[in-house]
């Protein structure tokens, strides 16, 4: 009976396909990391060399008045947040806290909390969520490479893909260790993967330490899904992330695509969305944002359309495999960090290429101020990176580099025939092909000249509203909190003395942004130091986390990112020291703000 056939073959797809697209993500779950943490600390830290991307600045102001931009970046984005995730009960607690930022430069105590899976706020465009994508896309192998990463930040990355992608378009996940040495990662992820995430996940690991580059590589090469994409190892994908970069692969293997990279707060682990920006570089060889040029949004999807990126900050990307090997994968030898996300960037671009953003498609990173981790031999690994593609891709152009950098103009960079090579045999455009065609923004200067002067500030102007301001009185020892020294000094410390209305030295403001501003100038900061410090007043950066104070329950004064309460030290001693202790409500702890 061909009828019947036809009815239960139609019934089967039908199901299938309600099964597969049917996936939602699980609802919250708590689930704390198994074995704990092992904390022994290893003295390999050497000095920090160049910055990472960095998050997207804010929108220019006012954001409202460009309803293109995504919601202005905040913390009020996770609506399940509390401020008290990161606080601190015990010694053990502190320790975690503490090493934590030593070792991978977040907040690892709240990562730990945060277990392996999260509800995450949908921070896409209203459009976004009534767009329909084909089923039949592109399988994707998921490549992960990682060096020391935190258990937890690690597993949720992993947990945040296998939760929030469509099983039929999963086709693995690859772990790659870049010789790590913790021990957790070194005993227990292997049995966790085995007894937890049989089949789609494999872990490879690297006898010796190759770097994100060769490891990324390394990672390819094992892959055998149709996409690559790859992913730093402290991420979170959101909603719907993936179906989104296939498609346009699907479209054109030749187009690669990111998505927008939402920030999560290295202090407070809070998920937030980013702007809608692009990538570009300055001659310094360093990634930057910028914004998106009119001519890019005047689409009739304006909001939510591909916009075209000159570079990618480097971590997040999706990339048909076949089309990865046939433009020449990475440059071999490049070294641990830096350098390469331009140059892959030049590459798509020059040789035929396109590389797109992709609005719908969200992705949360965490943006730590600092790389918690050197190079073997301590070399700068940017420079000798940023000169193989100058040396390569950048034609006359490099010399705008080198005027910036005169000290490496002589400096070697080993061998780049191979990557000579690829350029040739891609018949690829020149560097100033790319500069007419892709990045006209850039400006180049003449040479001799000044370094110009950058085309566009990201700074926005941030007005929060303050919503009490006084003095900050101890009520225990009924003093106030002023700085030591000046209040305009960056650095300084805070004490308490006897309370005077009439000071404005003495004014403190809090605001919702949750900073504690101190005569209007400094605001008290608990940055990435040991949680016992005491707090110090510097310049406001909007950004939350060390500077996020709570004033509430119990009149006591909680900071966000160290998870303690502010105490006055020793109430009887005229010297008036305050600290960070585990908050509990004694005396000493109690504050008012108001006059
Ligand atoms: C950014 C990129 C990063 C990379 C880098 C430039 C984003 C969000 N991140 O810096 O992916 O393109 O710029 O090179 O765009 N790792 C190793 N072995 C190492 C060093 C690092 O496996 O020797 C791993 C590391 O664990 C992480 C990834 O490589 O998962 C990227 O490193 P990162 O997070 O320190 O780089 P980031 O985000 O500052
Ligand atoms: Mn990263």
Known sequence: CYGCLFTSVTWTLLLFLYFTLSQE?????????????????????????????????????????????????GRKAAADFSPEMGMIFNEQDQEIRDMGYHKHAFNVLISNRLGYH????????????????????????????????????????????????????????????????????????????RQNLPGK???????????????RVIGASHATGEVLVFLDSHCEVNEMWLQPLLTPIKEDRRTVVCPVIDIISADTLVYSPSPIVRGGFNWGLHFKWDPVPMSELNSPDGAIAPIRSPTMAGGLFAMDRKYFNDLGQYDNGMDIWGGENLEISFRIWMCGGQLLIIPCSRVGHIFRKRR??????????????????????MDEYKEQYFALRPELRTRGYGDISERLAVRKRLQCHSFRWYLDNIYPEMQVAAPHNKPQQPVFVNKGLRRPKVLQRGRLRNLQVNKCLVAQGRPSQKGGVVVVKACDLNDPEQDWAYDEEHELILAGLLCLDMSEIRSSDPPRLMKCHGSGGSQQWTLGKSNRLYQVSVGQCLAVMDPLSHKGYVAMAICDGSQPQQWQLGD
């Open 201 to 215: 996940v494999k872990l490879v690991r690297n006898e010796k330490r190759e770097g994100l580059i060769r490891g």
């Open 372 to 393: 918690p981790y050197g190079s073997p031999g301590g070399q700068d690994t940017m420079a000798h990176n940023s000169l193989r593609l100058a040396h390569v891709w």
């Open 118 to 193: 999260r509800d995450l706020p949908d921070t896409r465009n209203e459009k976004c969520k009534e767009k329909v994508y084909g089923l039949v896309l592109p399988s994707a192998s998921v490549v992960i490479c990682f060096f020391n990463e935190a258990f937890s930040a690690l597993l949720r990355t992993v947990h945040s893909v296998l939760d929030r992608t469509p099983a039929y378009l999963l086709h693995e996940i690859i772990l790659v260790d870049d010789n790590s040495e913790l021990a957790d990662l070194k005993e227990e992820l292997e049995t966790y993967i």
């Open 25 to 73: 993500s699980p609802p919250f779950k708590y689930v704390p990391v198994p074995g704990g943490q092992s904390f022994s600390y290893q003295r390999r830290f050497q000095p920090r060399f160049t910055r990472g991307p960095g998050p997207p600045p804010p929108p220019q102001d006012p954001p409202r008045e460009q309803p293109h931009r995504a919601p202005v970046p």
